[in-house]
């Protein structure tokens, strides 16, 4: 089983709807990443949680939120989708438990097209 | 200019070698990172090297690290087919738990 699991893989949307992209874990890792993926840009964080009760902005946080539900699962919502937020989105989680405490692990990704 | 650099396309034949490069500007940094993402999937740790070292293979990978240039490249001997992904370097400084990416290197082989 993968460790490190997004629903759905694939979602295709219109313009202005409301979208959550779930992520679950079963590393027991504490800290989580949502990254999206674009051609050439490779990839930006959007937001990250050290726990649960921890909640912090990325590079590209205006347009999206998130909730950490548990140590598990780390959410993230598109409010009002646009177009420019078609992308290759990606959770991830990591370690505190290790000397590579930077070590990412990834998810699967979801395509998310917003028409 | 961007923290991590890296070319964004490399061809080569199979059999030859790959040689990814990939610069970066942080002097503090701890932790070296090389990931692959294959077609329809995520990230997955490569191999990594400590900043206090030069050089790590491990089977037909040789991580080169040239500290005083910033300069960190990945060396994939017989390349083959299946290497055929994106790569991506990555740094980070311990305790910063955010490593920062390169754009990915698209790595093509062909017959």
């Known amino acids: 089983d993968a460790d490190v699991t997004q629903t759905p893989r694939n979602r295709i949307t219109k313009t202005g709807k409301r979208i959550m992209l779930e992520c679950s874990q079963t590393?027991?890792?504490?800290?989580m990443y949502w990254y999206r993926q674009d051609p050439g840009l490779g990839l930006r964080l959007i937001y990250y949680s050290f726990d649960v009760k921890d909640i912090n902005k990325g590079e590209i946080s205006d347009g999206y939120s998130v909730s950490r539900q548990a140590q598990a699962k780390f959410s993230l919502s598109l409010e009002s989708a646009i177009p420019n937020q078609t992308a290759l989105y990606f959770c991830a989680t990591s370690d505190t438990g290790t000397e590579f405490t930077d070590t990412q692990y990834f998810g699967p990704g979801t395509r998310l097209t917003v028409l | 200019g961007e923290d991590v650099e890296q070319s964004l396309f490399l061809s080569v034949r199979e059999g030859d070698s790959s040689v990814i490069n990939c610069t970066y500007t942080?002097?503090?940094?701890?932790?070296l990172y090389w990931y692959k993402q294959e077609p329809g999937a995520g990230l997955q740790l490569l191999t990594y090297?400590?900043?206090?070292?030069d050089m790590k293979q491990d089977q037909r990978l040789t991580v080169l690290l040239n500290k005083k240039d910033k300069h960190l490249s990945l060396r994939i001997a017989d390349t083959q087919t299946g290497d055929s992904a994106i790569y991506f370097c990555?740094?980070?400084?311990?305790?910063?738990?955010?490593?920062?990416f390169g754009r990915g290197t698209s790595l093509i082989v062909h017959p």
């Open positions: 990555a740094e980070s400084r311990r305790g910063s738990y955010i490593p920062t």
């Open positions: 942080d002097s503090s940094s701890t932790y």
């Open positions: 090297i400590f900043s206090n070292m």
């Open positions: 590393k027991g890792h504490d800290r």
